[in-house]
């Protein structure tokens, strides 16, 4: 199959600029899955819960609708973050879309900084979702620091992770590729470039998007400076093997009776 990234570089509050943006870059392209930032059509740094409620919005809305021609237009699905609005609640959430509409929604359980002030936590568990080429999994952002993310996702069958990111600290790249590597999975890190001040909050995005491989190794991985689309061919059968070695499975060898909680 074939997945890949798109490293955006969005203009806060701009929603149809900031799709422009992914028109002009995914022109011509073609894959099987498309990962796009965290809220990727509105940027980042909310100055408050009032502002990002003004920017929220359902499945039915203007996001859903562009990327559900995204997907008609790279024959594949895309998974995207976006700010969802539900009633008086507020998530950060990414949608996983195909060219039928939205195939799933999942709300970010772990929470980064000052997010805590503006969107309320998850409230449903990771879940997988079968795709014509693979069983994708999502997670967003801050979730790669928590084993237990990667870890829900390959123990119900995920084979490949679209990842979702507006990352500020330098660690997750490479800690992405112990996740792929313990659970034996791919992944696709879809981080965004340039800076936010906004109210109290100065914030750089450091790019250097990542396709990671299930043996740990890094596929590609994007520049921290530039808006760009990389698509890499992967088998995702290959992690459908869990042998580490002839006498160690990953997942069977688990002793959760014995794990602290």
């Known amino acids: 199959m074939i997945v890949g990234y798109v490293q955006t570089s969005p203009a806060f509050g701009l929603q149809e600029k900031n799709f422009r943006q992914v028109e002009e870059l995914t022109g011509g392209i073609k894959a099987d899955l498309l990962v796009l930032p965290e809220l990727f059509a509105t940027g980042y740094a909310f100055t408050s819960r009032e502002e990002a409620l003004s920017l929220g919005e359902g499945t039915g809305g203007p996001t859903a609708a562009f990327l559900q021609s995204l997907a008609e237009r790279t024959g594949g699905a895309v998974a995207a973050g976006f700010p ?9 959430a990414a949608m996983l879309v195909s060219e039928v509409g939205v195939l799933a929604v999942y709300r970010k359980i772990h929470l980064f900084a000052r997010e805590k002030f503006v969107f309320d936590p998850g409230d449903r568990p990771f879940a997988v979702y079968p795709l014509p080429s693979c069983a994708v999994g999502l997670m967003i952002c801050f979730d790669w620091a928590f084993p237990e993310a990667a870890r829900s996702l390959a123990l119900q069958g995920a084979q490949v992770i679209a990842h979702p ?7 997750c790249q490479e800690a992405m590729r112990t ?9 696709v890190t879809a981080n965004r470039i340039g800076s936010e001040k906004r109210g109290e909050q100065d914030l750089t995005f450091t790019g250097m998007s990542q396709v990671t491989g299930c043996k740990g190794e890094v596929l590609h991985r994007g520049d921290n400076t530039g808006t760009e689309v990389r698509l890499v061919e ?12 002839p006498l160690n499975h990953l997942l069977d060898d688990r002793r959760p009776e014995l794990y602290l909680t």
Do not use: H, M, Q, S
């Open 84 to 92: 969802e609005k539900d009633g008086i609640r507020l998530y950060n």
């Open 179 to 187: 996740r792929c590597l313990e659970n034996r999975l791919f992944a």
């Open 165 to 171: 990111a507006n990352l500020v600290t330098p660690y």
């Open 234 to 245: 992967l088998d995702p059968a290959a992690a459908l093997d869990k042998n580490l070695t």
